[in-house]
């Protein structure tokens, strides 16, 4: 039952304070209660995290993936102030802090394989970090205003692949961060979409400012393992114009693609699948095309925000309002629960949130219609204090227990919120 209603448990590191599925059963069903109602005080606790005296630039978890309740929350923030900190969510204490850099930080992503957490500067400077003591174990210079990572893990090492403002991609070894290999994926273009696809098989590269330059996919492989004579194994996405991009989490590599031709208000999704094809001497990409719809937009607004939630449902914020598609192309559902610009969503199995400037964060749970189609309910705001001394949300993340998202202050020294759940 557990199985069956929870698909990311991981049961084999059973908490003996849990003794048996039953218990674990009985607490997570009422963790999830109280996520589902949301009363202050009664479901949750809210914490202010300060500490930072700059702008967030970006927020993750730490925590352990098995959603064991042994285990804590820890959140890593990075920001314009030049320092990583981080934070434990139930406490509502900062663990550590990082020496301020040379630089403000622009970008940090987490490799949960080895514990570490990876960030970037405005100069290029990529950095790795020991999550656990805030220590720098290793630094990579690439000379780009800006750059994009990604992690993944292959044949017992885990690599950093990072796309730069100069149209480049470097793939480094984790922890010590050695570059294996340098690619040229655009001429002078900036990087602006890396993703990983579910079965790591897969790095797709695209930028926002070309309308004529496609999506560019590579094998992993060709990129951490590179054959001295031979370019890496990559291929065009037939699309213009791509303004965002997501895998869907439970397919393999099935990737949806925003674009548009950029002479109107309307917007495209085209779906592909990704495949290889191996012959005795060379591998081959196949990019085949399995939907595609139109989107239409109320006005002019290039920030869209997109998600993917298992093998065909399709989340996209743009402006106050969030819609839910089906992968082919049907809307299920729409919400404008918001007063002020979304900035920023996060999706799990349980739930949706979204974070807008207008200082709150919209908490939505799944619920399956009657047609079988999967939808959303829209349950409750989590307010995140007074316009009088912040801007609104800006970054949102959570974790099988909490949410945590940035305040935009007005005195620049930006602040996280932290919704601890009660189990």
């Known amino acids: 039952m557990c199985m069956h209603r929870w698909t990311f448990c ?85 663990l550590w802090s990082s020496q301020v850099q040379d630089a403000p930080l622009t970008k940090i992503i ?25 220590d720098e174990l290793a630094s990579f210079p690439t000379a780009s205003s800006a750059c994009t990572l990604l992690t993944y893990y292959r044949k017992d090492q885990s690599f950093l692949t990072a796309g730069t403002s100069g149209g480049a991609l470097h793939t480094l ?27 790591k098989h897969w790095v797709i590269a695209a930028l926002r400012e070309s309308l004529d330059l496609h999506p560019k996919v590579y094998f992993t492989e060709s990129l951490s393992c590179p054959c001295e004579d031979d370019p890496p194994v990559s291929a065009s996405i037939p699309v213009n114009g791509c303004t965002v991009a997501s895998f869907f989490p439970s397919e393999a590599a099935r990737v949806m693609i925003v674009h548009s031709d950029g002479l109107s208000n309307a917007k495209n999704i085209s779906i592909f699948d990704i495949k290889s094809k191996k012959s005795k001497y060379k591998t081959e ?6 939907g595609s719809f139109e989107l239409l937009f109320d006005g002019w607004n290039s920030d869209i925000l997109l998600e993917a939630h298992g093998s065909g449902t399709i989340l996209i914020a743009q402006g106050k309002e969030l819609k839910l598609y089906s992968i082919a192309g049907t809307q299920i559902a729409s919400f404008q629960d918001h007063k002020e610009h979304i900035a920023a969503m996060c999706v799990d199995s349980f739930r949706v949130v979204t974070a807008s400037y207008d200082l709150s964060l919209r908490v939505f749970t799944w619920k399956k219609e009657q047609n079988k189609d999967l939808s959303l309910e829209s349950r409750y705001h989590l307010l995140g204090g007074s316009h009088m001394f912040s801007r609104g949300f800006t970054h949102v993340a959570c974790d099988y227990a909490s949410i945590v998202a940035s305040v935009a202050a007005k005195d620049g020294k930006d602040v996280l919120k932290a919704y601890s759940f009660n189990a």
């Not at 999830?32 to 009363?39: K, L, V, Y």
């Not at 987490?110 to 805030?134: E, F, N, P």
């Not at 990409?285 to 399995?290: R, T």
Request: net charge positive.
């Open 10 to 94: 991981n049961l084999s590191k059973l908490n003996p304070e849990m003794q048996t599925w039953k218990n674990y059963y009985l607490r997570r069903a009422k963790l999830e209660q109280h996520m589902t109602s949301g009363r202050a005080s009664a479901d949750y606790t809210c914490k202010t995290l300060r500490g930072h005296t700059g702008s967030v630039v970006g927020l993750v978890y730490l925590s352990d993936s098995n959603h064991q309740f042994d285990s804590k929350s820890i959140v890593c923030s990075a920001s314009s102030d030049g320092t990583i900190r981080a934070w434990s969510i139930q406490e509502g204490i900062q």
């Open 285 to 290: 990409i196949m990019v085949e095309q399995v």
């Open 173 to 199: 070894t984790i922890p010590a961060l050695s570059q294996v290999s340098h690619v040229r994926a655009f001429d002078t273009y900036k990087i602006d979409i890396l993703l990983l696809s579910p079965d």
């Open 110 to 134: 987490a490799d949960q394989q080895t514990g570490l957490v990876i960030s970037t500067d405005s100069q290029g400077r990529i950095k790795a970090w020991k999550a656990q003591t805030g």
